[in-house]
Every structure is written in structure tokens, then in C-alpha cells.
């Protein structure tokens, strides 16, 4: 298992071919046994593909707000007003075509289960990346956010984005990190 982790890394260049619905299907599994508080069992997923332009230009209508706060969402705001824009460099997406979210009551068990299915399509050759600005959203104006998607419990947030696809490139190993600091009391 350690050697998966150390082989492991962030995808953010994809081929130009999506993720079936049976391959989805096969991610959830990976939730589905992952632990959660009190046997609740709330979280819920949702597949972002075909409304994919409707959803990122809610996105920025929430999270323009700290546009002069970060440049990303800035350029985001140019990509998305620019008609000649190049659909592969994509300033939130880069090269996704999809993006599975986690919604839940509690922000744990939603971190958790996403990780779940985050680690099984590693290993089913899929790759990816986490979009913090996409889940910025839930935080600005969660009522906003939740019109897209009315057939999730109001009280549940979106705490996990996950933009996947299928790799164009391979890496052999992760990045280098710094040792990570361990206390005992």
C-alpha cells in the first residue's frame, strides 16, 4: 500500500474520453465501505458531465466575489467571458471533461468517502485532482450552490469536487515532500 501512495499523483491532464456510467458505478464501491459517524450513511455523489458549462458558470457567479482576492478565479472570469477560449486549458478544469462531487451533513464523512474513490481509481488506471475553488462555492452561498441540485437534502454540503478523468500521462512517483512533523506527548 505504501508503494501505491509513493507512485500516486495528481492528474490534471486527461485523454479526450470520458468515464462511463458503469466505471462510475464501480468508483462508489469505495465509498460504500468506507467508515462514516454513527452508521449514518449520508453522503451522496453526483457526476457533473453533460451540464458541465451550466455548473462551472454557477461556480463563478458564487465565487467571483474574491476575484480580487485570487487571481485564478479572475482568469476564470476572462476564460469564461473570452469566446475563442481553448477548452484544454481550462483555468479550474484544465483538460476535465467530468467531476464527481460529495455531498453530506458532515464534512468528514464526505472527505473520507471521496478519498475512498479517489484511491480505487488510481488503481483502476483513472486519475485527478481535488478543485478547492469549486468547493470555495458551497462556503460563499451554499442556497446558490444547492438550486443546481434540488434533489439533494438542503442541509447537505457539496465537501468534495473531484475532477477525473483518464490520464494522457503517466508518472512513476510523487512529488518529493517535506518530512511531516510528529509529536508525542
Same mark, same amino acid.
Not at 52 to 64: A, G, R, S, T
Not at 111 to 123: F, G, P, Q, S, W
Given at each position: 500500500m505504501l508503494q501505491f501512495y509513493k507512485q500516486r499523483r495528481t492528474c490534471r491532464w486527461f485523454k479526450d474520453e470520458?468515464? $462511463?456510467?458503469?466505471? *462510475?458505478? /464501480?468508483? #462508489?464501491?469505495?465509498? =460504500?465501505?468506507?467508515p462514516n459517524r454513527q452508521n449514518n450513511q449520508d453522503v451522496e455523489f453526483v457526476v457533473i458531465d453533460k &451540464?458541465?458549462?451550466? *455548473?462551472? &458558470? #454557477?461556480? =463563478? $457567479?458564487?465565487? /467571483? +466575489?474574491?476575484e480580487d482576492e485570487l487571481f485564478r478565479i479572475k482568469q476564470f472570469g476572462q476564460y469564461l467571458r473570452d469566446p475563442d477560449h481553448d477548452v484544454n486549458r481550462h483555468p479550474l478544469l484544465w483538460e476535465g471533461k467530468q467531476m464527481l462531487l460529495a455531498f453530506s451533513e458532515n464534512k468528514t464523512d464526505a472527505? +473520507?468517502?471521496?478519498?475512498? +474513490?479517489? #484511491? #480505487?481509481?488510481?488503481?483502476m488506471g483513472l486519475g485527478g485532482f481535488y478543485s478547492l475553488f469549486s468547493m470555495m462555492s458551497d462556503e460563499i452561498n451554499h442556497e446558490k450552490l444547492m438550486e443546481f441540485f434540488p434533489e439533494i437534502d438542503k442541509n447537505k454540503h457539496m465537501y468534495a469536487c473531484f475532477i477525473i478523468g483518464k490520464p494522457r500521462i503517466k508518472y512513476m512517483r510523487t512529488r518529493a515532500h517535506d518530512k511531516i512533523k510528529l509529536t508525542y506527548k
Open positions: 470520458k468515464i $462511463d456510467e458503469e466505471t *462510475f458505478e /464501480k468508483l #462508489l464501491k469505495g465509498a =460504500y465501505y468506507s &451540464q458541465m458549462p451550466e *455548473f462551472m &458558470q #454557477l461556480i =463563478y $457567479d458564487i465565487i /467571483k +466575489v474574491k472527505t +473520507v468517502a471521496m478519498c475512498r +474513490v479517489e #484511491l #480505487l481509481a488510481y488503481t
